[in-house]
Antibody
Framework: EVQLVQSGAEVKKPGATVKISCKVV????????MHWVQQAPGKGPEWMGR????????IYAAKFQGRVTITADTSTHTGYMELSILRSEDTAVYYC??????????WGQGTLVTVSS | EIVLTQSPGTLSLSPGERATLSCRAS???????LAWYQQKPGQAPRLLIY???SRATGIPDRFSGSGSGTDFTLTISRLEPEDFAMYYC???????????FGQGTKVEIK
């Protein structure tokens, strides 16, 4: 069974940077793209970007371009999402997910990031 | 960028009833790239339907998807208690690759 295990909740001040991890268990890490999705309270999911773990190539959503960095460490089978210049609107649950075809399956359990002064 | 609009926002039904959820795209979407997810409170979304009409592994056959072009539908033939949740449609676009979600439909117990 494939599992994506994310790091724990974070509390950050406005202007800070957060880095969340997502460890893949149960499949070959380099075989599947890893995506990151933001879900603000009471809102639908919003795609942030993806990384190809095999070569590190990334694509980002226009909304997050310039503030988000997605990376993959093949030695530890772990993906990372770093979001900088945090503001209150970035308070959300962040999910990693594996791309299969063009769908996301499975997803990590989610990481709550709270941005508050 | 393609915008997905889901309707209704909330669907109030009783167990055993049929649920029909709509997802309308602002421009034509390849059926191959349209998916549906279920999300329960405090949980990650779960893939239900991919390619507009194919059920994901382990998804009961009371869930079905249909549609093409700009109009897609998720149907739950007979609601079970565990089906009351949020549902999102998703599409994958190209040039450059990007993914968008609808705003969701909440299926609640009447």
């Amino acid at each position: 069974e494939v599992q994506l295990v994310q790091s724990g909740a974070e509390v950050k001040k406005p202007g800070a940077t957060v880095k969340i991890s997502c460890k893949v268990v149960g499949h070959t890490f380099t075989d599947y793209y890893m995506h990151w999705v933001q879900q603000a309270p009471g809102k639908g999911p919003e795609w942030m970007g993806r990384v190809n773990p095999e070569d590190g190539e990334t694509i980002y959503a226009a909304k997050f371009q310039g503030r988000v960095t997605i990376t993959a460490d093949t030695s530890t089978h772990t993906g990372y999402m770093e979001l900088s210049i945090l503001r209150s609107e970035d308070t959300a649950v962040y999910y990693c997910a594996t791309e299969v075809g063009t769908t996301f399956d499975p997803w990590g359990q989610g990481t709550l990031v709270t941005v508050s002064s | 960028e393609i915008v997905l609009t889901q309707s209704p926002g909330t669907l109030s039904l009783s167990p055993g009833e049929r649920a029909t959820l709509s997802c309308r795209a602002s421009q034509s979407v390849s059926s191959s790239y349209l998916a549906w997810y279920q999300q329960k409170p405090g949980q990650a979304p779960r893939l239900l339907i991919y390619g507009a009409s194919s059920r994901a592994t382990g998804i009961p056959d009371r869930f079905s998807g249909s549609g093409s072009g700009t109009d897609f539908t998720l149907t739950i033939s007979r609601l079970e208690p565990e089906d009351f949740a949020m549902y999102y449609c998703q599409q994958c676009g190209s040039s450059p690759p990007h993914w968008t979600f609808g705003q969701g439909t909440k299926v609640e117990i009447k």
